[in-house]
Nanobody, 124 residues
Framework: QVRVVESGGGLVPTGGSLRLSCAAS????????MGWYRQAPGKEREFVAA???????YYADSVKGRFTISRDNNEDTVYLQMNTLKPEDTAIYYC??????????????????WGQGTQVTVSS
């Protein structure tokens, strides 16, 4: 069983940057796909970015060119570098993990692990 814990959220002004971290523990996760989702107040949870165990990356159109997902297998951690933040990026950001990157990207309700989330607030 893999467990994931997010950190790194906070309050930043428009145009600022944040780096979120997702630390994995439990069974070996290096062959697992990892991803980030977010949920704003009153809205459904939406896909943000994902990375496969072969380092293929996937992004939502709304964050392409601004966000970068990466992983450090030595540290069992996945990162989400967020630049040029906008007020519409305000949300709770969740990390998820599954053996199958297709599940992470397309059917996240089936993902094996979800974190508790970290709040990101971008002030206008």
């Amino acid at each position: 069983q893999v467990r994931v814990v997010e950190s790194g959220g906070g309050l930043v002004p428009t145009g600022g940057s944040l780096r979120l971290s997702c630390a994995a523990s439990g069974r070996t996760y290096t062959s697992w796909g990892m991803g980030w989702y977010r949920q704003a107040p009153g809205k459904e949870r939406e896909f943000v970015a994902a990375i496969s165990w072969t380092d293929s990356t996937y992004y939502a159109d709304s964050v392409k060119g601004r966000f970068t997902i990466s992983r450090d297998n030595n540290e069992d951690t996945v990162y989400l570098q967020m630049n040029t933040l906008k007020p519409e990026d305000t949300a709770i950001y969740y990390c998820t993990a599954d053996r199958d990157i297709v599940v992470v990207v397309n059917t996240p309700t089936r993902s094996a692990a979800w974190g508790q989330g970290t709040q990101v607030t971008v002030s206008s």
